[in-house]
């Protein structure tokens, strides 16, 4: 009796034993902190270039290469010009004289006023204040003036030698009561070189818009 207590007492420390084994041994996951997933960073897309757009060109201007050119003592041929510009899209230059001239100057009745002095005087050539910026770029002229003793007033001819005409063509005009342009332009057009005259016109200080226009079609500028 007392060897079988000896024997199960033996058996209960052996599985004693093993059971502490068993549990020694046995490995304590390791909890691992739980990775929150990385951030999703969405792929900055870089512009893609834009072809620089060149600047569109814009078309000349029409009547970009015309001048009006105007002496206006009165303010009549003054108008007829500005409405030519204004029909043609061309630029306006007006002949100013560096000595404006007074109604006395233009007092036709009078042989010793400015302006029959001068008419009577073929190389009188009153002096311009200004003058045109880049006449060169210019193909066209159109001058106008006013019918002085049934010629152009020789301001027209300082004009017409201050710049080189070559190659341009010149529209003549003018104003008058009554007078017409007869031969005014022709006594004039010698003093340019190179230069292509188209036949005048005459037009009262009143012209219509319509009427410039249709002589302005029949130009075939």
Known sequence: MRQANGILALLLAVCLSLGLAACGGEAQPSQQPEESPPAQTQPQESPSA??????????????????????????????????????????????VPAQPYTDADLDYTDPNSRSQVEG?????????????????????????YPIWNGQAPRIISTFLESYDFSGKTIVPFCTSGSSPIGSSARNVEGLTTGATWLEGQRFAAGVSAEELQAWLDGLAL
């Open 50 to 95: 834009v072809p620089s757009q060149a600047p569109e060109e814009t078309p000349e201007a029409e009547g970009a290469n015309i001048l009006v050119a105007y002496f206006s003592a009165s303010g009549n041929t003054k108008g007829v010009a500005e409405r030519i510009a204004q029909l043609t899209g061309a630029d306006l230059y007006e002949i």
């Open 120 to 144: 009577d005087d073929p190389d009188a050539r009153p002096e311009i204040a200004g003058g045109v910026e880049e006449m060169e770029a210019y193909t066209t002229v159109f001058l106008g």
